[in-house]
C-alpha cells in the first residue's frame, strides 16, 4: 500500500514521535511519502485565482502542488500531521490546502478523493487540538473524502518529548498503535464508503453547476463536471 504524510511542521518534536508511532506497523509493508512544510510546500496564496478560474499550472507554486497532490491521488491512506499554533494549524498547512481550493467540491474535486482514507493526528499544549483538527477536516471532507479518522493529544505541563512523562508517552503511542492495527486490516482496494453529508454536499454543488451552465455553457468548474458526467447519471463515489 502507499501512505503519503503531510506534515506541518520540521520540528521533530511531540507531533513528529505521535506520527512515527501510527507509522511504525506500516513500515515493513506500506511505501511511504513525506512532506515537511514548509520546506516541501508552497509559499502563499496570492489569491490570484488561475487555479480556480483557468488552469491549477498556472499557480506560481504549480511545479509544488502539483508534485503534492500527484502524491496524494495515488496513495491509499493520507495522514496529516499538526501541532495547535494559537487554536488553529500551522501557517505552512494552512497555506499548503489554500492551494488546492480548485479541489474544493464546489469547483473540480477529484473523482479519486471520494474513495481515500485518511488519519488526522494534533496536539496541543493546554487546549486547540479539536481546533486544529478541524482546519484540516474541513479541506478533507470538502475534497470528498468521507473516512477520516481523528487523533487529537492534549498536553497539560510539558512540549518537550522527554520531558513527558513516560505512562503518558506510552499511552498516547498506544492509542496511535492501535488505530493503525485497525487501519492495516483494512482492505484498500475498495474504496471508502462516502458518507451521506458528503453525497449531499455532491447534490448541492451538482445543482449550483446546473444553474451556472445554463447561464454560462463555457464556464470552467461546469465543464469538468459535465465531462466527469456528473451532472448526468455517473457519481465519484461509483467505481
Not at 512532506?35 to 496564496?45: A, E, N, R, S, V
Not at 489569491?47 to 506560481?60: E, Q
Not at 505512562?167 to 464508503?193: F, Q, V
Request: charged share 30%; aromatic share 10%; net charge positive.
Amino acid at each position: 500500500m502507499k501512505i503519503t504524510v503531510i506534515n506541518a511542521t520540521e520540528k521533530h518534536g511531540v507531533t513528529y514521535r505521535l506520527k512515527e508511532a501510527f507509522l511504525e506497523p506500516f513500515k515493513d509493508n506500506a511505501e511511504i511519502t513525506e512532506f515537511y512544510l514548509p520546506k516541501d510546500g508552497p509559499g502563499f496564496c496570492t489569491g490570484c485565482t488561475a487555479c480556480i478560474s483557468k488552469d491549477p499550472t498556472l499557480c506560481k507554486d504549480a511545479a509544488c502542488v502539483q508534485k503534492i497532490e500527484k502524491a496524494l491521488l495515488e496513495a491509499d491512506l493520507l495522514v496529516f500531521t499538526s501541532p495547535a499554533y494559537v487554536f488553529h494549524t500551522t501557517g505552512a498547512m494552512k497555506a499548503m490546502l489554500d492551494h488546492f481550493a480548485y479541489r474544493w467540491m464546489p469547483h473540480r474535486p477529484a473523482g479519486e478523493m471520494f474513495g481515500k482514507r485518511a488519519v488526522i493526528i494534533t496536539q496541543c499544549l493546554g487546549a486547540g487540538e479539536t481546533s486544529t483538527a478541524r482546519d484540516i477536516k474541513d479541506s478533507l471532507s470538502w475534497w470528498g473524502i468521507s473516512k477520516i479518522n481523528v487523533s487529537t493529544f492534549k498536553l497539560m505541563s510539558e512540549v518537550r518529548w522527554d520531558k513527558i512523562p513516560e505512562n503518558k508517552r506510552e499511552k498516547m503511542t498506544g492509542k496511535l498503535k492501535t488505530l493503525a492495527a485497525s487501519m492495516k486490516r483494512i482492505d484498500y482496494s475498495r474504496p471508502a464508503h462516502s458518507k451521506l453529508s458528503v453525497k449531499l454536499k455532491f447534490y448541492a454543488v451538482r445543482m449550483l453547476q446546473t444553474s451556472l451552465g445554463k447561464a454560462d455553457p463555457e464556464y470552467t468548474d461546469y465543464k469538468y463536471w459535465k465531462a466527469n458526467g456528473w451532472l448526468e447519471n455517473k457519481r465519484p463515489w461509483k467505481r
